[in-house]
């Protein structure tokens, strides 16, 4: 006779393992005691959350900072690149047509928001660590063949870069939502808000060592430079001058990112992504261990590894990841709102973040470091190069040290709240007032405006969305709320900027309609004011109870047929 007990779900086979020290603890033999996948995933990751601040974590937060120094690197050199470019390929001119260089400046941004989606999602489909470096690896390629591109009777140069540039905003957009999600996933809770923080103010880093650049290779090739009056007549030695200038200053964006290739091809899988959507509680377990103990990854034995995964497979009460479970997910009001209102504010912050540079002329010939009436073109690159770092020295790189020391105790809703208040009043009077006040009120303006995008919406926007979202969708709506944002960014740059000339542009008034444009900046930060409410305050909270997977999933409906194997898996 057949037993009529129902059968009981595999348990998984346990041993413990050898090794760990006072330096390095063995997390594995703490819970291998423990069948209850659910539990075992719930300890394992509390140990992550309640980890003391170690080299760990510091070494997390190095590796990927220095993908967006790379990044913020190659973005922040298109402007220098473009008047070199201008120089060296448009003589009698000296620059590029305005076609061509909004060309270039967007290529960038339009292939970002391909990166941005594309690897947001392949990051929750396929894992973080099977992505994490084919980015950078897209990023070197693609700098290293624009370094080399040169033009030919039958293909123009500026095409060249356009599609060079497209490719590594592909790698530079994939970065944004893995070096988020990685460094949110493996930092403790009550520091996380700073490590995340940490590894985005790298990109002030990158402008700053751009400048940098610019004026070291600048200084190398003053003879050369002094030879012409202008840029517009450079021409022979000058223009081979200006030719490696710009090959330089572009090449250099690579040696970062092969610095930390290395790092990140070997960094090992987030134990979180290898619960909730791996199902390998064994190797979770053991990677949670050989994560605190510096090692790639952790190697459990096979075939408890084999019997753990199969018992998680009924017993885990986390939602398995398919499309049909996103569309429930994000049809929840709460859910949806919560992707409106990061995705929003992205989108609000980078329509005006791009636009403050339409400024920038004016704030050079402020402090005195205008390329109008300059003797040679040695001058003129000169003061490009330290204009540019002044800028970028004002308000943008203290801006971004103070948010990583505020973040964890103001907290990252109060922080951006009170940057797209204090960045709506700052338009409003640039706006309304543009045409009443000084060039030095406009200079103090301008550095505060720097200073509250980064002590602001610009470094909490990068957060956020890093936090509030399960693992199984956290780096699909990262992506998408980057990519949100990155479509405002074409849209500041590509459609609200040119509105400037309108009212009939002159040599002596080159922007007629200024004022109406930080008008509409204004308007789009006040609009980032009502984004924000939809978003939670996140600061010392665990990333399951913001994303509300510290509670047990109901087992009925679809979110019950969720739980079990999908046909339609993600």
Not at 212 to 234: D, H, N, Q, Y
Not at 478 to 506: C, D, F, N, P, V
Not at 536 to 557: F, I, N, V, Y
Request: hydrophobic content about 45%; proline content about 5%; overall charge neutral.
């Amino acid at each position: 006779m057949a037993d009529a007990s129902p059968s009981t779900p595999p348990q998984a086979y346990t041993q413990k393992t050898t090794g760990g020290n006072n330096a390095y603890h063995n997390y594995h033999n703490d819970f291998v005691h423990i069948q209850d996948p659910n539990e075992r995933r719930r300890l394992a990751l509390a140990e992550i959350d309640k980890a003391p601040f170690g080299w760990y974590h510091v070494r997390a937060c190095i590796v990927a900072g220095i993908g967006f120094f790379t990044d913020s690197y190659d973005i922040f050199a298109v402007s220098l690149l473009n008047t070199m470019l201008g120089i060296v390929y448009f003589p009698g001119s000296g620059s590029l047509p305005a076609s061509s260089d909004n060309a270039i400046k967007l290529s960038t941004s339009a292939g970002t928001v391909v990166g941005q989606l594309a690897f947001g999602y392949l990051a929750d489909h396929v894992g973080r660590k099977r992505m994490y470096g084919l980015e950078l690896i897209i990023i070197i390629f693609a700098t290293l063949g624009q370094a080399l591109s040169s033009g030919s009777p039958s293909v123009d140069v500026v095409g060249l870069i356009i599609f060079w540039r497209v490719l590594l905003g592909v790698g530079i957009g994939g970065d944004y939502p893995l070096s988020s999600i990685i460094t949110s996933e493996f930092a403790t809770t009550k520091w996380r808000g700073a490590m995340m923080g940490a590894v985005f103010a790298m990109q002030g880093i990158g402008q700053l060592v751009c400048a940098f650049v610019m004026l070291f290779v600048t200084l190398g090739f003053r003879e050369a430079l002094e030879s012409a009056s202008k840029p517009a007549t450079c021409q022979g030695y000058c223009a081979i001058a200006v030719d490696k200038m710009w090959r330089t200053l572009i090449g250099f964006g690579a040696v970062p990112a092969c610095i930390a290739l290395y790092y990140r091809l070997t960094i090992p899988e987030t134990p979180r992504y290898t619960f909730d959507v791996g199902r390998d509680v064994e190797k979770a377990t053991d990677d949670v261990k050989a994560y605190m103990s510096g090692k790639p990854e952790g190697h459990p034995d096979d075939v408890s590894r084999i019997q753990a995964r199969e018992a998680a497979q009924t017993q885990m009460t986390i939602p398995k990841a398919s499309w049909s479970d996103f569309r429930r997910h994000y049809s929840i009001p709460k859910n949806g709102l919560l992707l409106f209102g990061t995705a929003g504010s992205w989108f609000m912050l980078d329509v005006a973040f791009y636009g403050l540079s339409l400024n920038n002329a004016t704030i050079l010939e402020t402090i005195g470091y205008s390329t109008k009436n300059v003797s040679n073109t040695y001058q003129f690159m000169y003061n490009t190069a330290i204009g540019n770092l002044i800028i970028v020295l004002a308000g943008a790189v203290p801006g971004y040290w103070v948010s990583v020391a505020t973040l964890d105790t103001l907290g990252r809703k109060t922080i951006q709240m009170g940057g797209f208040i204090i960045l709506t009043i700052l338009f409003i009077i640039m706006g309304f007032a543009y045409n009443h006040i000084s060039s030095n009120s406009l200079l103090a303006i301008y550095v505060l405006a720097q200073f509250f995008f980064n002590f602001g919406p610009n470094m909490t926007t990068f957060i956020v969305p890093g936090e509030v979202f399960p693992t199984r969708y956290r780096s699909t709506s990262h992506g998408i709320s980057a990519a949100s944002g990155k479509i405002g960014s074409i849209i500041g740059q590509g459609a609200i900027s040119t509105l400037r000339t309108r009212g009939g542009a002159t040599t002596a008034n080159p922007a007629p309609w200024m004022d109406h444009v930080l008008e509409i900046y204004a308007l789009f930060m006040l609009l980032g004011v009502f984004t924000t409410f939809f978003i939670p305050e996140t600061k010392r909270k665990t990333l399951e109870e913001l994303s509300g997977e510290d509670q047990p999933a109901p087992l009925t409906g679809v979110i019950g047929h969720s739980v079990g194997k999908t046909e339609e898996s993600l």
